[in-house]
């Protein structure tokens, strides 16, 4: 099936830097979704793209869809302690018949070192 | 998300033992689903609901079934459950006018013992 690769597995920052993290694929999407997970809750959606070379931003958070349709990148500016979570790209695969259907990234566990 | 509940939110069981989890979502939303996220794993979708009484299997649908007789509910039934089945399990909603986005619930625990 689709495979989503997402990278780095795992960041461990100092509060007030930068954060980049990607999102890569064999197939083309449709769209590309960014959700964060805290401990004990469920996926939350903060950032949504629907055509390649979109920039879009939310609050510090900036996310492009890339031009190829095969890959995402979602940064984080000026990193603070409430940014730790996992994050997860996903996607509906095109040619799929449908975008009911979504295919998740393994998530980029993110901690901020006060 | 908001509009979307599950419950219960955490659930010891036996083996052997059925098992029914809810969702319910307030949003009139076409599609529902139910994922399990497990360590190493990921999300992977179970099975999934495209209207009432229209539901079909995802990719890990073995040894559960599911319902869903009105909009605002998706069920998902574990018929005899098994140690391999402790896990935490969200149910997700999207509409037909969408671009492929999912809301999740808040999720259930379940441990079986």
């Known amino acids: 099936g689709q495979q989503l690769n997402q990278s780095p597995q795992s960041m461990f920052i100092q509060e007030g830097e930068d954060v980049s993290m990607n999102c890569t694929s064999s197939?083309?999407?449709?769209?590309w979704l960014w959700y964060k997970q805290e401990p004990g809750e469920g996926p939350v959606l903060l950032i949504a793209?629907?055509?390649?070379?979109e920039l879009t931003s939310n609050g510090r958070l900036t996310a492009q869809f890339g031009i190829t349709r095969k890959d995402s990148f979602l940064n984080i500016s000026a990193s603070i302690p409430s940014d730790v979570g996992i994050y997860f790209c996903a996607g509906p695969p095109a040619g799929g018949g449908s975008n009911y259907k979504l295919t998740f990234g393994k998530g980029t566990l993110l901690t901020v070192n006060p | 998300d908001a509009g979307i509940t599950q419950s219960p939110r955490h659930k010891v069981t036996e083996t052997g033992t059925p098992v029914t989890l809810r969702c319910h979502q307030t949003?009139?939303?076409?599609?529902m689903y139910w994922y399990r996220q497990d360590p190493g794993h990921g999300l992977r979708l179970i099975h999934y609901s495209y209207g009432v009484k229209d539901t079909d299997k995802g990719e890990v649908s073995d040894g559960y079934s599911v319902s869903r007789s009105k909009t605002e509910d998706f069920l998902l039934t574990l018929e005899s459950a098994t140690s391999s089945q402790t896990s935490v399990y969200f149910c997700?909603?999207?509409?037909?006018?969408?671009?492929?986005?999912?809301?999740f619930g808040p999720g259930t625990r379940l441990t079986v013992t």
């Open positions: 949003e009139n939303h076409r599609y």
């Open positions: 793209l629907y055509k390649a070379g």
């Open positions: 997700a909603m999207g509409s037909l006018d969408w671009h492929g986005e999912q809301y």
């Open positions: 197939s083309i999407f449709n769209t």
